[in-house]
């Protein structure tokens, strides 16, 4: 019974542990426990679009109008571009110093299958806002149609006669409490799907650790710092100076979350989880977090801008190409755009990529010089981009002089 009562995110810990160990040395048996991280996956997958709908609308109608709105979304935004935009600059300041693409040798690519697909311009991007059909939209999972159709049905309930209003509020706040049940038990089988989940990867990329341990190396190490730097001094910098709250108290409270987004690499996906820890253990109010949470695993990829960065310079460096000021600040402008319309899903950054490497006249194939180091890389960054997530709403509710669990 003791093993029961070990905190979850030790629990998290010890799944990734032991997925890394069978999947490496059992590779045979991956058959058997791969079905585990499909479900999981596909439950949280099952309960994001009602999750976000029913929290945003919940969010917005007590929030009790467009003024208070339109105070709260600026606030988010800004701190949202702030974040993103610090993000950028410091792997472009440390991409410049390591320098880690001059001397890596030209046969280390993979080709890309169906990147381009994906691809369209930044207009396309922002265009996608506006959805033609809500239920569409929600049937294919696009979560920013569906956060901007929440925030205008929103305000609008405000507006409508007494009774109506009434009844809408209460029905909606009823769907989201019942969604965040369903969700609390969905994470209570966290480990199992985080086993099934990283057994399965490291079985699928153990052929590589040779190339990942090689000449990958210097970049990969630049990417880390400079990850590393954002998230454990820009962020929590911010947290305590800006918001006056303690960054390493709330980091602790968002372990779960952080290590699932980790494990999945999908910031959509570990969203319920990132809402439970934010609102419940660092006690910011269900206002705050049912509008910041969900906008910002759409569009805050401070981890994502960082990395395609970093990676659109070393791809110029591994070609001999030398950018000048106005041409990084280009790349700069292009990753904090790109990150903005970056999915959040499983390698939706390499995707994003190649809208960088467009707008910088760089050739495609250079994706294939990183692809094979793209997975440890696209997990880290997933998780900074959770804990950017999470110190912005605890930024926006310090600003609201929220008391929350973890003020100074």
Same mark, same amino acid.
């Given at each position: 019974?003791?093993?029961?009562?070990?905190?979850?995110?030790?629990?998290?810990?010890?799944?990734?542990v032991?997925?890394?160990?069978?999947?490496?040395?059992?590779?045979?048996?991956?058959?058997?426990?791969a079905?585990?991280?499909?479900?999981?996956?596909?439950?949280?997958?099952?309960?994001?679009?009602?999750?976000?709908?029913?929290?945003?609308i919940?969010?917005?109608?007590?929030?009790?109008?467009g003024?208070?709105?339109?105070?709260?979304?600026?606030?988010?935004?800004?701190?949202?571009?702030?974040?993103?935009?610090?993000?950028?600059?410091t792997?472009?300041?440390?991409?410049?110093?390591?320098?880690?693409?001059?001397?890596?040798?030209?046969?280390?690519?993979?080709?890309? *299958?169906?990147?381009?697909?994906?691809?369209?311009?930044?207009?396309?991007?922002?265009?996608?806002?506006?959805?033609?059909?809500?239920?569409?939209?929600?049937?294919?999972?696009?979560?920013?149609?569906?956060?901007?159709?929440?925030?205008?049905?929103?305000?609008?309930?405000?507006?409508?006669?007494?009774?109506?209003?009434?009844?809408?509020?209460?029905?909606? *706040?009823?769907?989201?409490?019942?969604?965040?049940?369903?969700?609390?038990?969905?994470?209570?089988?966290?480990?199992?799907?985080?086993?099934?989940?990283?057994?399965r990867?490291?079985?699928?990329?153990?052929?590589?650790?040779?190339?990942?341990?090689?000449?990958?190396?210097?970049?990969?190490?630049?990417v880390?710092?400079?990850?590393?730097?954002?998230?454990?001094?820009? $962020?929590?910098?911010?947290?305590?100076?800006?918001?006056?709250?303690?960054?390493?108290?709330? $980091?602790?409270?968002?372990?779960?979350?952080?290590?699932?987004?980790?494990?999945?690499?999908?910031?959509?996906?570990?969203?319920?989880?990132?809402?439970?820890?934010? *609102?419940?253990?660092?006690?910011?109010?269900?206002?705050?977090?049912?509008?910041?949470?969900?906008?910002?695993?759409?569009?805050?990829?401070?981890?994502?801008?960082?990395?395609?960065?970093?990676?659109?310079?070393?791809?110029?460096?591994?070609?001999?190409?030398?950018?000048?000021?106005?041409?990084?600040?280009?790349?700069?402008?292009?990753?904090? $755009?790109?990150?903005?319309?970056?999915?959040?899903?499983?390698?939706?950054?390499?995707?994003?990529?190649?809208?960088?490497?467009?707008a910088?006249?760089?050739?495609?194939?250079?994706?294939?010089?990183?692809?094979?180091?793209?997975?440890?890389?696209?997990?880290?960054?997933?998780?900074?981009?959770?804990?950017?997530?999470?110190?912005?709403?605890?930024?926006?509710?310090?600003?609201?002089?929220?008391?929350?669990?973890?003020?100074?």
């Open positions: 019974m003791k093993i029961l009562k070990i905190k979850l995110h030790w629990q998290i810990l010890i799944a990734l032991l997925a890394v160990i069978f999947g490496y040395y059992v590779p045979t048996g991956i058959k058997y426990t079905w585990m991280g499909d479900i999981f996956l596909t439950a949280l997958k099952m309960v994001i679009v009602p999750l976000i709908l029913s929290s945003i919940s969010g917005v109608t007590s929030m009790g109008g003024k208070n709105l339109g105070r709260l979304g600026g606030k988010t935004m800004l701190y949202y571009l702030s974040t993103s935009t610090l993000a950028i600059l792997g472009l300041f440390l991409v410049n110093i390591i320098r880690p693409g001059v001397g890596i040798e030209m046969g280390l690519t993979q080709s890309v *299958e169906g990147l381009t697909d994906n691809v369209g311009s930044i207009n396309e991007i922002l265009m996608r806002i506006v959805p033609p059909n809500i239920f569409s939209a929600m049937a294919n999972g696009e979560i920013l149609p569906i956060i901007f159709f929440a925030i205008i049905f929103g305000v609008f309930i405000t507006q409508v006669d007494d009774k109506y209003k009434n009844s809408l509020t209460t029905f909606f *706040e009823a769907v989201f409490e019942v969604m965040m049940k369903m969700t609390m038990f969905i994470i209570k089988f966290t480990p199992l799907g985080i086993f099934g989940i990283v057994s990867e490291v079985s699928r990329n153990a052929h590589q650790l040779a190339d990942i341990a090689g000449g990958m190396a210097i970049y990969m190490l630049t880390v710092l400079a990850l590393g730097i954002h998230a454990f001094i820009t $962020l929590p910098l911010i947290v305590r100076f800006v918001a006056k709250a303690k960054p390493y108290q709330h $980091l602790n409270n968002m372990a779960t979350a952080l290590l699932t987004a980790f494990s999945t690499a999908s910031s959509s996906a570990t969203l319920p989880l990132t809402m439970e820890a934010v *609102e419940h253990k660092s006690g910011v109010s269900n206002k705050i977090t049912s509008f910041t949470l969900p906008l910002g695993a759409t569009v805050n990829m401070d981890g994502t801008a960082l990395y395609e960065c970093v990676a659109a310079m070393f791809i110029a460096q591994v070609y001999g190409i030398e950018f000048t000021f106005i041409q990084q600040i280009l790349i700069v402008v292009t990753a904090l $755009l790109a990150s903005i319309g970056a999915a959040g899903i499983p390698m939706a950054g390499l995707v994003m990529l190649t809208v960088i490497l467009t910088a006249g760089l050739p495609l194939e250079g994706i294939g010089l990183i692809l094979a180091v793209d997975l440890p890389l696209d997990m880290m960054r997933t998780s900074i981009n959770v804990w950017s997530d999470s110190c912005g709403a605890v930024t926006v509710a310090r600003s609201e002089n929220e008391e929350t669990s973890v003020a100074v």
